[in-house]
């Protein structure tokens, strides 16, 4: 399933997305799921992610990036 967000939070780890049309959900973007020629999203940035996990009791859902053009691609 492909979701899409706004980035609301950047850490070491990876980026927290608020998802569109589910208000309770806070999607995950691990580093470790980023392909390794693109950079974290900023804060306020949309972007789209593929659903490759979640844990139902806290509505975390973990997310791969699906970096679409190359400015989503861009090195840091």
């Given at each position: 399933?492909?979701v899409?967000g706004?980035?609301?939070?950047?850490?070491?780890f990876?980026v927290?997305?608020?998802?569109?049309?589910?208000p309770?959900?806070?999607?995950?973007v691990e580093?470790?799921?980023?392909?390794?020629?693109?950079s974290?999203?900023?804060?306020?940035?949309?972007?789209?992610?593929?659903?490759?996990?979640?844990?139902?009791?806290?509505?975390?859902?973990?997310l791969?990036?699906?970096?679409s053009?190359?400015?989503?691609?861009?090195?840091?």
């Amino acid at each position: 399933m492909l979701v899409t967000g706004e980035v609301i939070g950047r850490q070491r780890f990876g980026v927290v997305v608020r998802i569109e049309g589910v208000p309770d959900a806070v999607g995950l973007v691990e580093v470790t799921t980023v392909p390794r020629e693109a950079s974290l999203p900023s804060i306020g940035d949309t972007i789209a992610g593929k659903v490759i996990g979640h844990v139902e009791h806290n509505h975390q859902v973990h997310l791969r990036w699906q970096a679409s053009s190359p400015e989503d691609r861009r090195q840091p």
